[in-house]
T-cell receptor, first 115, second 112 residues
Framework: DAGVIQSPRHEVTEMGQEVTLRCKPI?????LFWYRQTMMRGLELLIY????????DSGMPEDRFSAKMPNASFSTLKIQPSEPRDSAVYFC?????????????FGAGSRLTVL | QQQVKQSPQSLIVQKGGISIINCAYE??????FPWYQQFPGKGPALLIA???DVSEKKEGRFTISFNKSAKQFSLHIMDSQPGDSATYFC???????????WGAGTKLIIKP
């Protein structure tokens, strides 16, 4: 298995532009997580999907952020409009199980810079 | 009560030495404690994990020590190598929860 695949790896954009980050989870994994990582705040859970359904989006910073999972093999995280404070590394992770001792497999991340 | 406190923030150890990273938690409902390792430009990856029914778990040079009464757990890296240089995160969760509660991370540098 190729692991969790994220694209783009790097994105530089200007304030106000729309940003779309993409994730392909591991086949057979039924849970998908979007995280944001910054030096100041560490790893923050943005949203959690189980069987393609959003279960918890309480970590999404504001209405500018949205996430979708149209099928078991694809998810997107969209920021519109983007702001400089959105600059961070965004990780997608998937797991076979949904609760407890489930092993998260992370993608390599998408580094976003908003100028 | 949901926090996991991790220390130190950064650590420099000589090659061959022992690296020790500590974590503390408050929520007694936590019953699964993993450690993740992250190299620059990569996502975190599971390194080793422990349940509170044992006081120690060892995998190769990596050992988790767990003190249930003190609500503390630590990662020990024996014979530390330059390839161990990475950021280490402790975390905690319970069997009824999907969300990992993460520590702030420790940047470990092993000097040759």
């Amino acid at each position: 298995d190729a692991g969790v695949i994220q694209s783009p790896r790097h994105e530089v954009t200007e304030m106000g532009q729309e940003v779309t980050l993409r994730c392909k989870p591991i086949s057979g994994h039924n849970s998908l997580f979007w995280y944001r990582q910054t030096m100041m705040r560490g790893l923050e859970l943005l949203i959690y999907f189980n069987n393609n359904v959003p279960i918890d989006d309480s970590g999404m910073p504001e209405d500018r952020f949205s996430a979708k999972m149209p099928n078991a093999s694809f998810s997107t995280l969209k920021i519109q409009p983007s702001e400089p404070r959105d600059s961070a590394v965004y990780f997608c992770a998937s797991s076979r199980d949904s609760l407890g001792a489930n092993v998260l497999t992370f993608g390599a991340g998408s580094r976003l810079t908003v100028l | 009560q949901q926090q996991v406190k991790q220390s130190p923030q950064s650590l420099i150890v000589q090659k061959g030495g022992i690296s020790i990273i500590n974590c503390a938690y408050e929520n007694t409902a936590f019953d699964y404690f993993p450690w993740y390792q992250q190299f620059p430009g990569k996502g975190p990856a599971l390194l080793i994990a422990i349940r509170p029914d044992v006081s120690e778990k060892k995998e190769g040079r990596f050992t988790i020590s767990f003190n249930k009464s003190a609500k503390q757990f630590s990662l020990h890296i024996m014979d530390s190598q330059p390839g161990d240089s990475a950021t280490y995160f402790c975390a905690a969760t319970s069997d009824s929860n999907y969300q990992l509660i993460w520590g702030a991370g420790t940047k470990l540098i092993i000097k040759p």
